[in-house]
T-cell receptor, first 112, second 115 residues
Framework: RKEVEQDPGPFNVPEGATVAFNCTYS??????FFWYRQDCRKEPKLLMS???SGNEDGRFTAQLNRASQYISLLIRDSKLSDSATYLC?????????????FGAGTRLAVHP | GAVVSQHPSWVICKSGTSVKIECRSL??????MFWYRQFPKQSLMLMAT?????????EQGVEKDKFLINHASLTLSTLTVTSAHPEDSSFYIC???????????FGSGTRLTVV
């Protein structure tokens, strides 16, 4: 079983749509959680960290359910520029002072 | 913000030759550097973790004699793919840990094609 699993997609949505991505992780000792965004042939860039209480950054909302080992990302009012691959990432120790384990990513395509 | 410069961006080499990839932290000290490999439509897979001045720790299944990592200074880490073969063709990315802020900064990646 993969350590971090995501639906590969692609999710094809029109501009303005709301889209949700899910992710599950297998290591219950994971302490830090992130969503990264990766554009084609580029390095991943941090989108947001994910906290147990849930957190929001503009149009993006992330949720964490430790009991279910489940992470989600909600994107509201999708823009064309949101088209990318979204990577669910976990790290075994708090503070991020350890390796990052990446999911394979969920591809999002936003069309006019 | 923190920047990691990775070179080269892409390289094509002949089978059997060696290729060196460099990652430099430009405005912070990277005591820890992570090296990842990404095949098309797959996740970034951690290859090894290196700490400045010590030997790298390799992930299971990664050949340490094939993928040589040197982290001799706080601002430079190198990955050398020795005797490269077509199956080594991949996207290699480094990531430096900036302990001052507790965040990771990624290099822009190196696309290696072995022919």
């Amino acid at each position: 079983r993969k350590e971090v699993e995501q639906d590969p997609g692609p999710f094809n949505v029109p501009e303005g749509a709301t889209v949700a991505f899910n992710c599950t992780y297998s290591n219950s000792a994971s302490q830090s959680f992130f969503w990264y965004r990766q554009d084609c042939r580029k390095e991943p860039k941090l989108l947001m960290s994910v906290y147990s209480s849930g957190n929001e950054d503009g149009r993006f909302t992330a949720q964490l359910n430790r009991a279910s080992q489940y992470i989600s990302l909600l994107i509201r009012d999708s823009k064309l520029s949101d088209s990318a691959t979204y990577l669910c990432v976990v790290s075994p120790f708090d503070g991020g002072y350890n390796k990052l384990i990446f999911g394979a990513g969920t591809r999002l395509a936003v069309h006019p | 913000g923190a920047v990691v410069s990775q070179h080269p961006s892409w390289v094509i080499c002949k089978s059997g030759t060696s290729v060196k990839i460099e990652c430099r932290s430009l405005d912070f000290q990277a005591t820890t550097m992570f090296w990842y490999r990404q095949f098309p439509k797959q996740s970034l897979m951690l290859m090894a973790t290196s700490n400045e001045g010590s030997k790298a720790t390799y992930e299971q299944g990664v050949e340490k004699d094939k993928f040589l990592i040197n982290h001799a200074s706080l601002t430079l880490s190198t990955l050398t793919v020795t005797s490269a073969h077509p199956e080594d063709s991949s996207f290699y990315i480094c990531s430096a840990l900036d302990r001052a802020v507790g965040g990771y900064t990624f290099g822009s990646g190196t696309r290696l094609t072995v022919v």
